[in-house]
């Protein structure tokens, strides 16, 4: 592992095959985040990025140079077999038909007449992501750039440290952002009966993750089961740091009698299938006949593809699908729901709903990994505790008891403003990067 040294000014190779700055996706999201940080301590940053044949457009090269990154775009028709097999993975999570309209930035371009009966739905193993032509194209990468650090999202792209020559990797400090401990997220959506990504064992990840000098965990119980993985390896905690900026672009959503606006902006995986069907199902038919014209409900996001509107009571709901910007979505919304049930990690979209001042109601598993300064109320007598910024329930019955007082304006403004005010202390980049900061600037 490399010595410590006294500067912190780094030149950072990040290995990736997300279009990241499209922050369409929580994952995007993530490492959007992740970067910016970067950019603004100065590091020289350089981003190689594995994708298919003409998967940028002009968009992408724009928001590339507005964003003042530096990507070296190696693009192929000799994709991964986990491209095709993702085909079948989509059905078979979904259970629905397959719309290109719907594909997300990490989908190939498919041929609109393939034969669904051809296709490969096969699990999806770590060895599917590898491009065969890779390597040595990484390996060219980092003999023009010579990083001191390479960075890699995520373990999916792990092979390419096979590409250093025993000196390079003697002096290359190596991290690994992980956002999921994978065959844990892997075991709770299959006991589920739903179908992951990608098909793990414990033993699969641990060896990937070995090969690293550091792993980024997202919250600080997966930072424990990362050590046990890797016990060679130093541990990173790093959460996820909203886009404030964008914040503070917002314009504040007008306080007045209009309709409790409840919010849920999400992509189509499984887990956000489940939870919206469940809601919907479940809680939804409750809320109105409660409260009536009272409360509407807004859904956005990819995730709109997945709901049959036939199926399920979506009497005031609107499904707007995909959003041009966050602001959009959290200026439209007085609260946020996030019902998920199932999956690892960070809820990314909870992070932003109260970095963008709106309260989260959200169940147990959903509450996992946020600060602990975020699910605290105001003390009152009786020990007891009022303007939570996130509640947690567990029943339609719960949600009713929580979701009533918001129907007041004046009581939604108290905890919207108040959620706006923890963020910014308890999720600022100074508070969540701090580990990596350090670490930064003690390698050489």
């Known amino acids: 592992m490399p010595a410590p040294a006294n500067h912190s000014q780094r030149r950072i190779l990040i290995a990736t095959d997300m279009c990241f700055w499209r922050r369409s996706t929580g994952a995007e999201q993530r490492a959007a985040a992740l970067i910016d940080f970067l950019q603004s301590q100065q590091h020289t940053l350089k981003t190689f990025l594995l994708a298919p044949s003409q998967t940028l457009e002009t968009a992408d090269q724009s928001a590339i140079e507005r964003n003042g990154l530096d990507v070296a775009v190696r693009s192929s028709d000799q994709v991964p077999l986990q491209f095709w097999k993702k085909i079948g993975w989509y059905i078979a999570a979904t259970r629905n038909q397959y719309f290109p309209q719907h594909r997300s930035s990490e989908s190939p371009h498919f041929d609109s007449n393939l034969d669904i009966g051809s296709i490969d739905n096969t ?147 499984a887990a956000n299938i489940d939870a919206i069907h469940s809601f919907l199902r479940d809680i939804w038919p409750l809320s109105v006949s409660k409260l009536g014209d009272r409360i509407r409900m807004v859904v956005a996001g990819t995730i709109c593809g997945a709901i049959d509107a036939a199926t399920f009571d979506t009497d005031q709901v609107s499904l707007i699908g995909p959003v041009d910007t966050l602001k959009d979505f959290y200026h439209a919304v007085d609260l946020v729901v996030n019902p998920v049930k199932f999956g690892t990690g960070l809820k990314i979209k909870n992070i932003e709903a109260l970095a963008f001042g709106k309260p989260l109601l959200t169940t147990q598993h959903g509450a996992v990994g946020l600060p602990t300064e975020l699910l605290a109320g105001i003390q009152r007598s009786g020990g007891f505790e009022t303007e939570k910024a996130v509640e947690i329930f567990g029943s339609p019955s719960t949600f009713m008891e929580l979701v009533l007082p918001f129907v007041n304006p004046s009581y939604r403004a108290s905890v919207s403003d108040r959620a706006k005010r923890l963020s910014r202390t308890v999720l600022s980049e100074q508070s969540v990067y701090s580990e990596l900061a350090q670490v930064l600037s003690e390698i050489g």
């Open 123 to 269: 699990p999806t193993t770590l060895s599917d992501f590898r491009w065969t032509w890779a390597l040595d194209a990484f390996r060219e990468a980092v003999d023009a750039f010579q990083p001191e650090v390479i960075l890699v999202e995520y373990i999916k792209l792990g092979y390419l440290l096979e590409s250093l020559s025993p000196q390079q990797r003697a002096s290359i400090y190596c991290i690994v952002d992980t956002h999921d401990v994978l065959h844990l997220r892997c075991q709770a959506f299959q006991a589920k009966g739903q179908v992951h990504w990608i098909e793990i064992s414990r033993e699969e990840e641990s060896v990937a993750l070995s090969n690293f000098d550091a792993l980024i965990a997202i919250q600080s119980d997966e930072a424990n089961l990362l050590q046990d993985l890797a016990p060679n390896s130093n541990v990173i905690t790093c959460g996820h740091a909203p886009p404030f900026s964008m914040v503070d672009e917002t314009a504040q959503r007008p306080v007045e009698n209009h309709p409790l606006t409840l919010g849920f902006l999400a992509s189509e995986n």
